[in-house]
């Protein structure tokens, strides 16, 4: 288990772009987890590659781009080119995955394959074995600052399991919802990677909320 964390900038002041990219190249986050919508797979509109460009040009730590769009495939290069390292598609959002997941790799990138709450663990068996991240969305997607949906928990004991039978290493990543509380119960039950938006960009603090996110339960 790996108790990384993922900060994702969707909840950060965007006036203040740079001071937060700031804050977390100075803090114990793990990676930097940009949420890219569509305003068609989701509702909502965020941020683009050129956003993803100037993010890369000051931060240090890795860039975990979580895309909700339709048709992913049409886009993988222009990631890849503004600097992304990690390429989360949605498995509801993607007709030939297979394929898109083999041109995730072939890029140069890791490869995540998110799923929404309603999806079952089980449609990743034939793929489990090809990518490197299981996304959990534990709120359905679109927006920051939702409740987390407790199903989760027995999403998180499915996809251990299918991990195991299946001898994969993908490690796995849980988005939407986190708080200190869940984090812990999570990091103990499995979770590799925690995504939070709210929880630490609305806090006065916010290194000191990635510290016990991180280790909370470990240390005080
Ligand atoms: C939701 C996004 C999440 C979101 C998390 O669609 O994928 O990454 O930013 O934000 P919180 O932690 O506020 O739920
Ligand atoms: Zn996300």
Not at 161 to 178: C, F, N, Q, T, W
Request: net charge neutral; charged share 25%.
């Amino acid at each position: 288990m790996k108790r990384i964390i993922a900060p994702s900038l969707l909840s950060s002041d965007l006036a203040f772009l740079y001071r937060d990219i700031e804050m977390l190249n100075n803090s114990e986050a793990d990676w930097l987890h940009i949420d890219v919508m569509d305003s068609s797979f989701v509702t909502n509109i965020s941020f683009g590659s050129l956003f993803i460009q100037y993010v890369k040009k000051y931060a240090n730590k890795p860039m975990d781009v979580h895309l909700m769009i339709m048709h992913p495939e049409r886009y993988i290069e222009q990631f890849k080119k503004c600097g992304a390292d990690h390429l989360h598609i949605h498995y509801e959002a993607c007709i030939h995955l297979n394929r898109t997941i083999l041109s995730i790799k072939e890029s140069g990138m890791k490869v995540g394959v998110a799923i929404n709450p309603h999806t079952p663990i089980l449609l990743l068996q034939d793929l489990i074995k090809e990518i490197d991240f299981v996304l959990l969305m534990s709120v359905n997607p679109g927006f920051s600052g939702q409740k987390f949906i407790r199903n989760t928990y027995k999403k998180l004991e499915e996809t251990k399991d299918l991990i195991l039978k299946k001898h994969s290493s993908a490690l796995i990543e849980i988005d939407g919802g986190i708080n200190l509380e869940n984090a812990s119960f999570l990091f103990k039950n499995g979770a590799d990677i925690l995504v939070s938006g709210t929880t630490i960009f609305s806090n006065d603090n916010p290194k000191k909320i990635i510290h016990k996110m991180k280790f909370g339960d470990q240390s005080s």
